[in-house]
């Protein structure tokens, strides 16, 4: 077996700390058990990440693409009317977050503790906020409040699905709802 790209690596490791995440908890990843569990020397953990909180925002950076892409699959499926738009962004993001789990929960929480990666939260709101914005610019233009707002109420009903306190149908139903409600009264 040859060596694999910079890039294979990457997601080999990412889907390793996943694992451990999934298996352990937040708490038992380090550069070192990933290092371990990967199969790979320490210095190829370190190269790729630098730290524990560079992982973690990796991580989530990671997380965040994948939501993004299946948005992207969605709208390129389906984006016919507003509708439409409505209910392949609110599916392809509770289901992004429902199928992260509580991994990403514990991820979002560590992040949680820094300034720093404070920024890297910012940054993963402003990122989904500007996927609404560019998928419902052809049926409204939503200024930064209303995308805010929207933004907020399918990530919240999300959250909700993941932790089971709703149904993932019923938080589908409602985000699409709000997306289209709140596109239509612009």
Do not use: W
Not at 127 to 152: C, K, N, V, Y
């Amino acid at each position: 077996m040859g060596r694999l790209s910079r890039a294979d690596r990457r997601r080999q490791l990412l889907d390793s700390a996943l694992e451990i995440i999934r298996a352990d908890g937040t708490n038992a990843l380090t550069l070192v058990t990933l290092a371990d569990r990967a199969g790979v020397s320490r210095p190829v953990v370190y190269d790729h990440f630098g730290t524990r909180e560079g992982l973690l925002v990796e991580l989530y950076r990671d997380y965040d693409e994948r939501i993004g892409a299946t948005m992207r699959e969605a709208l390129r499926q389906r984006a016919r009317s507003l509708g439409a738009v409505a209910s392949a962004l609110s599916t392809a993001y509770v289901d992004g977050v429902v199928d992260a789990g509580e991994k990403c929960e514990e991820v979002f929480a560590a992040l949680s503790g820094s300034p720093q990666t404070r920024e890297v939260l910012r940054e993963s709101r402003e990122f989904h906020i500007e996927q609404f914005r560019q998928a419902l610019e052809p049926f409204a233009r939503l200024d930064l409040p209303a995308l805010t707002g929207m933004f907020s109420a399918v990530d919240g009903l999300a959250r909700a699905a993941a932790d089971g306190r709703i149904s993932r149908a019923d938080a589908i139903a409602t985000a699409s709802l709000v997306v289209k409600r709140l596109a239509s009264a612009r």
